[in-house]
C-alpha cells in the first residue's frame, strides 16, 4: 500500500482521506493517508490557525461538503456504491448524529459558524481514525521512491516521514504582515486581540485585501467603534462574488471547464473568487456608511505619530499617502508559500517538471487532471493552484469529492487496468483486487 502524505488537515485532506476509507471498505485499492497538522483538524476554522476567530460565518453552503457532488465516474460498477458510502461522512449526516438537522432546516439551512465547520472536519476524521502527525513540516526532500517530510514535533523533536505521494493544502502562514510595526497587524494578530476584545481603541483603520480574508475582518470590524474604515486593494471597486446557478455550475462541475478558452477561464476566476466578497458580507457592509474603497498597491508604509501612513500607487495617477491609527494586513494566503519548504533538490527538480524558475504561473500550468504537477514521477498535488487549468471548485469547498477522486484515480484506475490484463491473459492483479 502506497503513503499519500498531505499538509494540512483541512477539507481537502479530510475529503481525501474519507474517500479512501470508502474504498478501503468497498475493497478497492486506496493509498495509506497521513496528515500533518500543526493545530487541530479544522485549525484553520479555528482560532488557533490564526485565520478567524471562529465565530464567523461559512462562505459557502455546507452541504458542499467532503463527498460533494457526490458523482463519482471512475470506478466502473461501482460508483453508486462510493456515492452511497460518502453520504455516511456528509453534512447532514453530522447533524442527524448530533441531533440537529430539523433545526437546521427550520432555521432555513444557515451556513455554520467556522468552529462548527471545524466540529464537522473532526467529526469525519474521527469516523474514519484519520491517521494525524501532530507538528509542523520543517522541510520537503525528494527521495528514490518518493518524498522525504521532516516534520518538527510540539516537543522540539523532528521526524522524518517517507511518502510515495505528497499533498500540500492550506494558506500558508496567517502571521506575516507588510511591515513590523506596532499598528500595523497581520490576519493572526488580528484574530487574537479581536477575539480578546483588545483591539486598539482606532479612529481610522485600513484593512488591505479584497477577498474573503479581508471581508470577514471587515465584517468583525463594524462591531467595533471606528470612524472610519478604508478597504485597500487595486481593483476598481469592491466586487460581490457571482453566486447564480450558472457560476456556481462551473464550480461544483469542472467538467464544464475544459470548453473555455484561456480568457474565458480568468474572467470566471476573476469575477467570482480571487478578490471579491461574498453576498452575505457585501449585504453586511452596505448599509453602513463608515466603510469607504481606496484603489491602490501599498508601496511604502512609513511611521507617522501614532499611527501609520501608506503610500498607494495606481498607474494612471501620482502616488497617494494616507494617515491610519491601525492597519490589518488581510491579503490572504500565499500561493506559492509551500516553496520555502522545499529544499535546494526538490526545488531543482519542481523546476525541471514546470521548465523554468518557479513561478505562480509557471506551476498553475502545470496542474494535470489528477492535481499533480506533470511531469514529476513522485506525484506532487497542488489542488490550491488547480484553478486555470482544472476548474475554480478545486482549490475551494466547491467540489470536494470531485477532488478526491481524482486525486485517488490512479490507484482504482491502476488496479481495474490491471484486473482487465489478467482477463485478457496479461498478468496478475495486486492482491488488494477484489474479483
Known amino acids: 500500500m502506497q503513503t499519500l502524505l ?43 490557525g490564526g485565520w478567524t476567530d471562529g465565530r464567523h460565518r461559512l462562505g459557502t453552503s455546507p452541504e458542499k461538503d467532503v463527498g460533494f457532488p457526490y458523482h463519482s465516474t471512475w470506478a466502473r460498477g461501482r460508483n453508486r456504491e462510493i456515492n452511497e458510502a460518502m453520504h455516511a461522512f456528509s453534512w447532514t449526516a453530522f447533524l442527524v448524529d448530533r441531533g440537529g438537522y430539523a433545526e437546521w ?22 469516523r474514519i481514525d484519520l491517521e494525524v502527525v501532530s507538528g509542523r513540516v520543517n522541510s520537503i526532500s525528494p527521495a528514490a521512491d518518493g518524498w522525504l517530510v521532516s516534520v518538527l514535533g510540539e516537543d522540539g523533536v523532528l521526524t522524518q516521514l517517507d511518502a510515495d505521494e505528497l499533498m500540500i493544502t492550506g494558506p ?16 493572526s494578530d488580528f484574530w487574537e486581540l479581536a477575539g480578546k476584545r483588545a483591539l486598539p481603541v482606532s479612529s481610522r483603520v485600513a484593512v488591505i485585501g479584497g477577498g474573503e480574508t ?26 460581490t462574488r457571482g453566486e447564480s446557478y450558472f457560476e ?20 470566471v476566476i476573476r469575477r467570482t473568487d480571487r478578490g471579491v466578497f461574498s453576498v452575505r458580507v457585501q449585504e453586511s457592509l452596505l448599509g453602513d456608511n463608515r466603510i469607504h474603497h ?4 501599498v508601496m511604502r508604509v512609513t511611521d507617522r505619530n501614532e499611527g501609520v501612513e501608506l503610500t498607494l500607487r495606481n498607474p494612471l495617477r501620482a502616488d497617494q499617502v494616507h494617515a491610519f491609527d491601525l492597519v490589518v494586513d488581510a ?3 500565499q500561493p506559492l508559500w509551500f516553496l520555502e519548504l522545499f529544499d535546494a533538490d526538490a526545488a531543482d527538480l519542481l523546476e525541471l517538471s514546470v521548465g523554468g524558475p518557479l513561478t505562480h504561473a509557471r506551476i498553475e500550468a502545470a496542474i494535470g487532471y489528477d492535481l499533480a504537477v506533470s511531469n514529476l514521477e513522485s506525484k506532487l498535488y497542488l489542488p490550491n493552484l488547480a484553478a486555470l487549468t482544472q476548474g475554480p471548485g478545486f482549490p475551494n469547498l466547491s467540489c ?26 496479461g498478468g496478475t492483479p495486486p492482491q488488494l483486487l477484489v474479483g
Open 6 to 48: 498531505v499538509v494540512g488537515a483541512g477539507p481537502k485532506a479530510l475529503a481525501v482521506a474519507a474517500k479512501a476509507h470508502v474504498l478501503r471498505k468497498l475493497g478497492l485499492p486506496a493509498p495509506r493517508v497521513v496528515v500533518v497538522e500543526p493545530h487541530a483538524v479544522g485549525g484553520n476554522w479555528l482560532p488557533s
Open 105 to 126: 432546516i427550520d432555521r432555513g439551512r444557515p451556513s455554520p459558524h467556522h468552529h462548527v465547520w471545524a466540529e464537522y472536519l473532526q467529526w469525519v476524521g474521527h
Open 172 to 187: 500558508g502562514r496567517s502571521t506575516r504582515a507588510l511591515a513590523d510595526h506596532p499598528k500595523v497587524l497581520s490576519i
Open 214 to 239: 479581508a471581508g470577514s475582518a471587515l465584517d468583525e470590524l463594524v462591531c467595533h467603534d471606528m470612524l472610519t474604515v478604508s478597504v485597500i486593494s487595486p481593483m476598481a471597486t469592491l466586487y
Open 248 to 267: 456556481n455550475s462551473l464550480y461544483s462541475d469542472p467538467g464544464k471547464w475544459a470548453g473555455l478558452n484561456l480568457e474565458q477561464r480568468r474572467d
Open 294 to 297: 481606496l484603489q491602490g498597491r
Open 331 to 333: 491579503t490572504g494566503g
Open 400 to 425: 470536494l469529492g470531485e477532488l478526491s477522486d481524482r486525486v485517488l484515480r490512479p490507484a482504482v484506475g491502476g488496479a481495474e487496468a490491471a484486473a482487465r490484463a489478467v482477463v485478457s491473459g
